[in-house]
């Protein structure tokens, strides 16, 4: 019971922060669109806080569960790169309540230690994942910087869609960024 409790809660965070913002998503009110009581929150996390970054993780792991399905379907390193990018741009990566989750979060980010980490952690496995498809391609230090410059291109654009609304078509993103790293590569 208690995983499927725990993503019940998650589902009535994320869908909290969007109907009322981060700061009026209060313990109370996820509790109440969760149909639970404060206090069953609290038994599962210890705080708001803790909620979010169980949130923010929950949010991670569906972008990681993706890219790494993904992934096991490529063959070639460039094909693994198609696939984290294809991944970072995926549907459940542009819907309405993940915008506002993640906008929220990486908000207030700055604020809670716990979240910068999850943020940390989250940046550098995508660079890492990046670099380790790019090294046989380009070599070590040109790897670094086009990662940089992917995992930025990714941010940027999601960032864009996040404040401005979904894209008509998501393989825009996908191809603008799949493009930059061919370029990069060719380079």
Request: proline letters at 3%.
């Amino acid at each position: 019971m208690k995983p499927i409790r725990r993503q019940q809660l998650i589902d009535a965070a994320i869908s909290s922060i969007h109907e009322h913002g981060f700061a009026s998503a209060t313990v109370a009110r996820i509790a109440r669109k969760a149909g639970v009581s404060t206090g069953i929150v609290h038994h599962y996390f210890a705080d708001k806080t803790d909620l979010l970054a169980a949130t923010m993780r929950a949010m991670l792991d569906v972008l990681r569960r993706e890219a790494v399905e993904r992934i096991g379907n490529a063959h070639t390193p460039i094909e693994r790169i198609y696939a984290i990018i294809h991944a970072s741009f995926g549907d459940a990566q542009f819907a309405e309540e993940v915008f506002s989750a993640w906008l929220a979060l990486y908000g207030n980010a700055r604020e809670s230690e716990k979240l910068q980490r999850i943020l940390r952690i989250y940046h550098r496995r995508l660079h890492s994942n990046l670099v380790y498809n790019l090294v046989p391609l380009i070599g070590r230090p040109r790897a670094e910087d086009v990662a940089l410059g992917i995992g930025a291109l990714i941010d940027g654009l999601w960032l864009r869609y996040a404040l401005t609304g979904r894209p008509d078509d998501a393989e825009v993103p996908r191809a603008m960024t799949r493009a930059y790293a061919d370029a990069m590569i060719a380079a």
